[in-house]
């Protein structure tokens, strides 16, 4: 097929949707988060995006989506350049396209980059209806999609097993036709990481665009700049943090390099964990809470755990219960997820596509009962 004479080139206009907490550009349009994106209604027959990438351990990933379903997934590589998500269809038909960022922010790597620059098409770009809900998620490794594909063998710690497509966050949104964003970090905890390490907590970066990053470019970027809450403010945040501390109460301690102070959750002699050390996470957990109730006024917390284990499902209880106590907010609430199995579990021993699907209408459904604008989409079970 030759190359089609009827393509415009333009930058990213309104008509363009525009997913995720961003630094407020849109030339370039700089994709931090997991599930961050662009969502376009196209009568042409041709859609092609230029884009930006950088890395200097893990490379970028991404997915397109064609009127709901997956038609491709694909590396980038560094460099800028063009690249085309479909060609050859129908014209005049509306197609819905979206695209989204596959992986997490790369903590670990400060040269990670990815950008939208611009857009060839043919045909007319049409206004994309908004959607009646919003929901944040708020996570570790599991809400970053990490062992969503990719066969069970698989171990390797690298970008190719992360989904935001057969993830939870995104199935949920969509059988409850709401906008989402992800903020969510391997390993992180709402108290410490995995290995005890007080500074990877999500509390500590919420308030930022994305503050986890490091390097030059993307402090330029304005990575660590305030995130503007008055611009998207969500109906929901569902918190699913936990995971990884408690994990740390079976793992080696952490050395702070700069002091040599040393932290590590303690396990009493007969294995239960240390009442003192669990008591820090229950008022972590408090203090978030009242953090992002601060940001978001008008929105229903759920702070929802499994999938992984159920080991602080106690403290969790008692620390959204004595939040809701102490400062009266009714709007708050603890839901369990179901927890993988030997049949739903994916690559690097982390819940599989089957377990996000579960997990998903189970959490769905229990939305729909608390949401007053809660509606029905296409499905969770892609």
């Not at 997915?63 to 997956?70: F, I, Q, R, T």
């Not at 939208?116 to 490794?141: N, T």
């Not at 410490?192 to 308030?207: C, E």
């Not at 820090?280 to 109730?293: D, G, H, K, S």
Request: hydrophobic share 35%.
């Amino acid at each position: 097929m030759k190359n089609n004479p009827k393509l415009k080139e333009m930058t990213l206009a309104e008509a363009v949707r525009v997913h995720g907490r961003t630094n407020g550009s849109r030339s370039p349009l700089t994709l931090f988060w997991t599930g961050s994106g662009i969502e376009v209604n196209l009568t042409g027959t041709e859609l092609w995006i230029e884009v930006e990438a950088d890395y200097e351990t893990y490379e970028p990933w991404i997915s397109v989506l064609l009127n709901g379903a997956p038609i491709s997934r694909q590396m980038l590589t560094a460099g800028r350049y063009w690249i085309c998500l479909f060609r050859g269809m129908s014209a005049g038909s509306v197609k819905h396209v979206r695209l989204l960022k596959d992986i997490q922010a790369m903590s670990e790597d400060p040269d990670a980059l990815l950008q939208i620059h611009a857009l060839r098409f043919d045909g007319d770009l049409l206004p994309v209806a908004d959607k009646p809900l919003k929901i944040e998620f708020v996570g570790d490794s599991i809400t970053s999609g990490e062992g969503a594909i990719g066969a069970r063998e698989e171990m390797d710690w690298i970008p190719v097993w992360f989904s935001a497509v057969h993830n939870y966050t995104a199935l949920t949104a969509e059988a409850l036709n709401a906008d989402y964003r992800v903020l969510s970090q391997s390993g992180w905890g709402v108290l410490t990481s995995w290995d005890n390490n007080p500074r990877n907590r999500m509390p500590r970066i919420y308030d930022q665009v994305c503050g986890l990053l490091s390097g030059r470019r993307n402090e330029e970027l304005g990575a660590l700049e305030p995130n503007d809450f008055r611009s998207w403010q969500p109906d929901a945040v569902i918190v699913n943090l936990g995971t990884n501390d408690e994990g740390a109460f079976h793992n080696a301690g952490w050395q702070d390099p700069a002091t040599g102070e040393r932290r590590k959750k303690r396990l009493n002699e007969d294995g239960s964990y240390n009442e003192e050390d669990l008591g820090t996470v229950e008022q972590a957990i408090e203090r978030f809470l009242e953090l992002i109730r601060s940001r978001n006024p008008r929105a229903r917390i759920v702070w929802v755990y499994g999938m992984l284990g159920l080991g602080l499902m106690p403290a969790i209880y008692r620390a959204v219960d004595a939040y809701g106590k102490r400062t009266g907010d009714r709007n708050v609430s603890v839901f369990q997820l179901p927890n993988m199995t030997e049949e739903t579990v994916g690559s690097r021993v982390h819940p599989g596509r089957l377990a996000h699907e579960r997990a998903a209408r189970e959490l769905a459904g229990y939305l729909r009962g608390i949401l007053p604008r809660a509606g029905g989409g296409s499905g969770s079970g892609r």
